[in-house]
């Protein structure tokens, strides 16, 4: 089978329908649970300082161009970026169980991502790829060289095995989703410090795992292995910045002094995800031409945020983000509120996040409409971009009202599809989670699939990433607005398709996602993210 139809197959498998669902162990497998956190034996390992208390910056000027000025990249500061997006958020404890959260949400808490940095030229930091252990908020050395280049790039990759050990076939799509949430949470923390993440799109994932390491087998012998997923150059805005050469990186790299063998993550694999494997080669990205700076210029009006957000600060609603467990079933939002989250999803040039997404927007939305003020319940559409309008009124069926919405802002290209009481109909296409139907609303994410495969089938990948991007814009302004959201990676495919009226495959939904009024589990007992160390 050629990639592209091997890409489509494992769509097709990794789908979930009534009665049948994707591939997987089907219980928890506690004994072969996997280590949350990688670390490299005999790797130097330096602790990086805990400052993002002192961060003062306010969340809603993370949005204002030029408000921030940028911080001075030096040690301290870039403590501060990986606290503030892949660092712990919290602990929590009920009886004798304790576990961490982080900053960037991760499907069942799993948390497959790995960051790592590539340090040059930065006050106070040796040179060299370093890997980030969230837990010790500290960096591992994993290679001492010279790079040629000033300035700081952070990697990430996934450990496909601490989805898969839960969620068995289907944990492809979520590491994907989780490198969507994580570009987002360190997008969000560099705006916080008034710098900017320059998506290295040009680079292939045997570029990246050259320069990272991930590709050197003895050092992960005996562990799991971590698939590269991308490239990021943070922009200061000092002298510094500069988009490095990749041959010239790498190879540099590879001749470099390379320490620290990887952990095992778990003593055994009770069950084997091949199809995992066959994928990921699948969907192996190539090195690309270099696309022009991310985001559309729309050139629309941003609708002012919400004075609530007072003096909220980035680095509080950063850590302060949960996804809700149970909604209250009663709360509702006002419709400007879900304006405002819609249209913090779009992708404009000059707002985070995606400002640093260079690739033009393929997913747009299906909102599941039960409790706004104003706006009666049913289902809608929310078009991210002018031209999907017309491609999705060919692809669903005949029939919808395309209503606009009365008080909707122009600029917001919002339908009611049917007014109806979708509340059922959400926690149903929701493998039956509740969370979909008693919060405000809930959507579905759906992707332009046809047509970005026909780019190559890495770009597979990438409508994922899209999405739990949004997921991530979404996660934060719920949370901004007094409310909460929660990522859904549990639906039924086609279920949802049937409902819209898509037959074929031009149009996927790839991740769904709720907001509403949250309820907080007082038995949980809760702890700050970095209560352990003691600096
Ligand atoms: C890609 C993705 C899929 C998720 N799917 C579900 C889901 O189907 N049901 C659910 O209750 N929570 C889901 N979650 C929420 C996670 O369980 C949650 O992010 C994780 O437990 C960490 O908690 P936190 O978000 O409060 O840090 C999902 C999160 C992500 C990022």
């Known amino acids: 089978m050629d990639a592209l139809n091997s890409v489509r197959a494992y769509h097709q498998r990794s789908k979930h329908g009534f009665g049948r669902y994707a591939a997987s162990p089907g219980f928890m497998d506690w004994e072969t649970q996997p280590n949350p956190f990688r670390r490299f034996a005999d790797a130097t390992q330096s602790p990086l300082p805990l400052a993002a208390d002192k961060l003062a910056v306010l969340y809603a000027d993370l949005f204002d161009p030029g408000k921030i000025t940028p911080t001075l990249m030096d040690k301290a500061s870039v403590g501060i970026l990986l606290e503030l997006s892949f660092g712990l958020s919290a602990w929590k404890q009920y ?154 990186l790498v190879d540099t790299a590879r001749a470099g002094i390379w320490t620290g063998q990887a952990n095992t993550l778990s003593h055994t694999h009770n069950f084997d995800w091949p199809v995992i494997d066959e994928v990921c080669t699948a969907a192996h990205k190539p090195r690309t031409e270099a696309l022009p700076d991310g985001g559309i210029q729309a050139g629309i009006v941003v609708e002012p945020r919400s004075p609530m957000l007072g003096e909220l600060t ?92 009365e008080g909707c802002p122009g600029h917001l290209r919002l339908f009611r599809l049917i007014r109806a009481d979708a509340r059922q109909a959400a926690i149903t296409l929701s493998c039956q989670q509740a969370i979909a139907g008693d919060s405000a609303f809930s959507l579905g994410m759906l992707g332009e699939f046809e047509a970005g495969l026909a780019e190559g089938p890495w770009v ?41 009226g898509i037959e074929d495959t031009a149009w996927q939904s790839l991740y769904h996602f709720t907001v509403g009024g949250a309820l907080v589990d007082g038995r949980l007992q809760s702890l700050p993210g970095y209560w352990h160390l003691e600096r």
């Not at 799509?173 to 969000?188: E, F, K, P, S, V």
């Not at 909604?327 to 400007?336: E, R, Y």
């Not at 690739?359 to 909102?367: A, E, N």
């Not at 069926?397 to 209503?403: C, L, M, R």
């Open 460 to 500: 597979y990948r990438r409508l994922f990433w899209e999405c739990g991007l949004i997921g991530q814009v979404l996660y934060l302004e719920a949370e901004a607005a007094g409310f909460r959201g929660t990522g859904i990676g549990c639906f039924f495919d086609n279920p949802v398709h049937e409902l819209l």
């Open 95 to 248: 009886g004798g169980d304790r576990w961490a959260l982080r900053c960037n949400p991760s499907s069942g808490n799993l948390h497959p991502t790995e960051a790592y940095l590539v340090v040059s030229g930065i006050a106070e930091m040796e040179e060299g790829v370093f890997h980030y252990v969230s837990h010790d908020h500290a960096l591992e050395r994993r290679c001492q060289f010279n790079p040629p280049f000033q300035g700081l790039l952070v990697g990430l990759s996934s450990i496909h095995w601490r989805e898969a050990w839960k969620y068995g076939e289907r944990a492809f799509r979520y590491c994907q989703h989780d490198i969507g949430h994580a570009l987002g949470a360190l997008r969000y923390a560099a705006a916080a410090l008034g710098w900017r993440v320059r998506l290295l799109d040009a680079w292939g994932d045997d570029d990246i795992a050259g320069l990272l390491g991930l590709n050197r087998q003895a050092d992960f012998a005996g562990a799991e292995a971590e698939a590269p997923d991308l490239l990021c150059l943070i922009e200061t805005g000092h002298a510094v910045d500069g988009e490095p050469d990749i041959d010239r």
């Open 314 to 405: 980035a680095s509080a609603l950063i850590r302060n983000r949960r996804s809700a467990q149970t909604f209250d079933g009663v709360t509702s939002i006002p419709a400007k509120t879900l304006y405002r989250l819609l249209e913090a999803t779009l992708p404009l040039a000059n707002k985070p996040p995606f400002d640093a997404w260079n690739w033009p927007p393929r997913v747009h939305l299906v909102l599941f409409i039960h409790r706004v003020d104003g706006l009666p319940p049913g289902v809608y559409l929310f078009c991210r971009s002018a031209d999907a309008e017309s491609t999705l009124r060919e692809a669903m069926k005949e029939g919808f009202d395309w209503e606009t919405c």
